[in-house]
């Protein structure tokens, strides 16, 4: 059963097509609703969407908190920064896209290689 609180939550993961068995504790749900507001309904189902496959068996909650609690040891991609970001299935991501994610990780390289 889902609180009220994490209703948002479960909305945006239906719609999105993630199947979520909800059976929390108390402790968890607040878990959830902790991570939710550090990141933002956005971030946790778009986090869900890349780990499942569709038509794939709903997981449960409990996975998921696992899954979403590796958002707080991220390291946000900045100036500098070694790190292309994914930008999704190749299927939602438009050609350009995934060319700009190529040519962002040669020149990644390149200036490492010219940096030594």
């Known amino acids: 059963m889902v609180t009220e609180a994490l209703r948002p939550l479960a ?4 719609a999105a097509g993630v199947g979520v068995r909800w059976s929390l504790g108390l ?13 933002g309904v956005s971030a946790l189902v ?3 969407v890349h780990r499942t496959v569709p038509g794939e068996a709903p997981r449960s909650a409990r ?3 696992k899954v979403w609690s590796d958002l707080d040891h991220l390291s946000p991609a900045g100036p500098g920064a070694t790190v292309v970001p994914f930008r999704g299935r190749a299927t939602t991501a438009p050609a ?5 994610n190529l040519l962002a990780a040669l020149d990644n390289l390149e200036n490492r290689e010219n940096a030594r």
């Not at 909305?11 to 239906?14: C, E, K, Y």
């Not at 350009?96 to 700009?100: D, E, I, V």
């Open 27 to 39: 402790g968890e749900q607040e878990a959830v609703w902790r991570l939710v507001q550090r990141h």
């Open 46 to 48: 778009e986090l869900a």
């Open 63 to 65: 996975y998921w908190l």
């Open 96 to 100: 350009a896209s995934a060319r700009q």
């Open 11 to 14: 909305a945006a993961l239906d």
